[in-house]
């Protein structure tokens, strides 16, 4: 098993910045891929980044630019560093971690005001 705990959410104005971090407990060895994705009110969960285990990353569109994913493997944690951040950006954010299944964390609410 393997839990994820999500930190770094919070309110910010437009044009601001968020560094979000996911960690990983448990059985951590072998996790493959892992990732953000957001949902915001009355929308469908989508990705915003993912990064392998060896370090190759993909970002929506919607935030490429603006967001850096990236992973410590040795502190079992995924960072993303949000930039310019919009309005539209406002969701709950989730980490994802695969590792023969997949786990989610249990998220963490970024609200940015325009």
């Known amino acids: 098993q393997v839990q994820l705990v999500e930190s770094g959410g919070g309110l910010v104005q437009a044009g601001g910045s968020l560094r979000l971090s996911c960690t990983a407990s448990?059985?951590?060895?072998?996790?493959?891929?892992m990732g953000w994705y957001r949902q915001a009110p009355g929308k469908q969960r989508e990705k915003v980044a993912g990064?392998?285990?060896?370090?190759?990353?993909t970002y929506a569109d919607s935030v490429k630019g603006r967001f850096t994913i990236s992973r410590d493997n040795a502190k079992n944690t995924v960072y993303l560093q949000m930039n310019s951040l919009k309005p539209e950006d406002t969701a709950v954010y989730y980490c994802?971690?695969?590792?023969?299944?997949?786990?989610w964390g249990q998220g963490t609410q970024v609200t940015v005001s325009s």
């Open positions: 994802k971690a695969v590792r023969g299944r997949i786990y």
């Open positions: 990064i392998s285990d060896d370090g190759a990353t």
């Open positions: 448990g059985s951590t060895f072998d996790i493959n891929a």
